[in-house]
């Protein structure tokens, strides 16, 4: 079973940035893809970014493209998030999520493909 725990996430004004991490433990080797989703009060979780195994691709929402970045460091198992340039409507609660995958390259952009959920950061972006 692996386990994903997300941090990083806090108050923050407009403009300003914040960066989130993503630790994974437990499971048997595998390659993951991973991904960021984020869920606003009555509102459904959309995508944020997802990255390969390999960390070659990428996919962002066209809504935090220019302004985030997502990277991984598989010798720590980790998962970063640099988000720039944050905005009122960034404000949410912040999701890691992970799926085993066998093409390393490939990266998933759907909520529902994803197995593994953290427990999730809190995100505030003040005007």
């Known amino acids: 079973q692996v386990q994903l725990v997300e941090s990083g996430g806090r108050w923050v004004q407009a403009g300003g940035s914040l960066r989130l991490s993503c630790a994974a433990s437990g499971g048997t080797f595998a390659a993951r893809a991973m991904g960021w989703f984020r869920q606003a009060p009555g509102k459904t979780r959309e995508f944020v970014a997802a990255?390969?195994?390999?960390?070659?691709?990428?996919d962002y929402a066209d809504s935090v493209k220019g302004r985030f970045t997502i990277s991984r460091d598989n010798a720590k198992n980790t998962m970063d998030l640099q988000m720039n340039s944050l905005k009122p409507e960034d404000t949410a609660i912040y999701y890691c999520a992970a799926k085993v995958t066998l093409d390393t390259r490939r990266y998933y952009s759907r909520a529902d493909e994803y197995y593994y959920w953290g427990q999730g950061t809190q995100v505030t972006v003040s005007s």
């Open positions: 990255i390969s195994w390999g960390g070659g691709t990428t």
